[in-house]
Antibody, heavy 122, light 108 residues
Framework: EVQLVESGGGLVQPGRSLRLSCAAS????????MYWVRQAPGKGLEWVSG????????RYADSVKGRFTISRDNAKNSLYLQMNSLRTEDTAFYYC???????????????WGRGTLVTVSS | EIVLTQSPGTLSLSPGERATLSCRAS???????LAWYQQKPGQAPRLLIS???SRATGIPDRFSGSGSGTDFTLTISRLEPEDFALYYC?????????FGQGTKLEIK
C-alpha cells in the first residue's frame, strides 16, 4: 500500500524558514518523480514543485521560485521542501504527491499524503 | 499558463441521479493530459481519471471521463452517498500544471 506522510508544518513568522519532509513507502521510491502541491484553507489546489526520480530535473511554480527548494533522498525514501522567506500567502496545507508515471516528470498525481499545515503569520 | 474553468460551481443532485461536471481549458490540452480528482472534507485529493478517460486503480466504473482539446467532462452515472464531494480537474500537458477551481457536488 502506497503511503506518503508529511511532517514539519507549523506556525512561522513572515520572512522565516521551514523545512517540510515526506516519508514514502509501499512503492519503489526512486522510480518516480515526486511533487509538492498546496491548498490554502478553503481554497483550490496549486502545484508548487516537482523533482525527477534522479533529481536531475526540478521545476517550481513562479510563486515560489527563488524561495523554495525541493530535494529528495532516495536512500531514505524521503522528499523535502525547504521554504525560505515565507510570506503570509504561503499559508496552506502542503501535500506530498507521487507521479502517476514511472521515470518521468508527468505532472499528475496518483497518490497524495494527508498534508501538513503551514501557517505564516506574525 | 492554461486556465481551467469548471462548471457548475455547485451541483445539487440526489443519490441515484446522473452527474455531469464540465472542465473547459483556455487552450487545447496537449495529448488530452487531463486528470480529475475527488476531495472530501479534511482529506487529500484522490485521483479518479487520467488522460481524460482512464480510470485510476480502484475507481468504480460509475465514474467516467471524456473529452479532448478544450472541453472535458466527468460523468458519475448513478450517484452514491459517498460521491458527494469536491471535484477538481487538472491539466498536465503544458507547464505549469494547473487546476480548475472545483465543482462542489452536494446532496439535494
Amino acid at each position: 500500500e502506497v503511503q506518503l506522510v508529511e511532517s514539519g508544518g507549523g506556525l512561522v513568522q513572515p520572512g522565516r524558514s521551514l523545512r517540510l519532509s515526506c516519508a514514502a513507502s509501499g512503492f519503489t521510491f526512486d522510480d518516480y518523480a515526486m511533487y509538492w502541491v498546496r491548498q490554502a484553507p478553503g481554497k483550490g489546489l496549486e502545484w508548487v514543485s516537482g523533482i525527477s526520480w534522479n533529481s536531475n530535473n526540478i521545476r517550481y511554480a513562479d510563486s515560489v521560485k527563488g524561495r523554495f527548494t525541493i530535494s529528495r533522498d532516495n536512500a531514505k525514501n524521503s522528499l523535502y521542501l525547504q521554504m525560505n522567506s515565507l510570506r503570509t500567502e504561503d499559508t496552506a496545507f502542503y501535500y506530498c504527491a507521487k507521479d502517476g508515471w514511472e521515470l518521468t516528470l508527468k505532472f499528475y498525481f496518483d497518490y497524495w499524503g494527508r498534508g501538513t499545515l503551514v501557517t505564516v503569520s506574525s | 499558463e492554461i486556465v481551467l474553468t469548471q462548471s457548475p460551481g455547485t451541483l445539487s443532485l440526489s443519490p441515484g441521479e446522473r452527474a455531469t461536471l464540465s472542465c473547459r481549458a483556455s487552450q487545447s490540452v496537449t495529448s488530452s493530459y487531463l486528470a480529475w480528482y475527488q476531495q472530501k472534507p479534511g482529506q487529500a485529493p484522490r485521483l479518479l481519471i487520467s488522460s481524460a478517460s482512464s480510470r485510476a486503480t480502484g475507481i468504480p466504473d460509475r465514474f467516467s471521463g471524456s473529452g479532448s482539446g478544450t472541453d472535458f467532462t466527468l460523468t458519475i452515472s448513478r450517484l452514491e452517498p459517498e460521491d458527494f464531494a469536491l471535484y477538481y480537474c487538472q491539466q498536465y500537458g503544458s507547464s505549469p500544471p494547473t487546476f480548475g477551481q472545483g465543482t462542489k457536488l452536494e446532496i439535494k
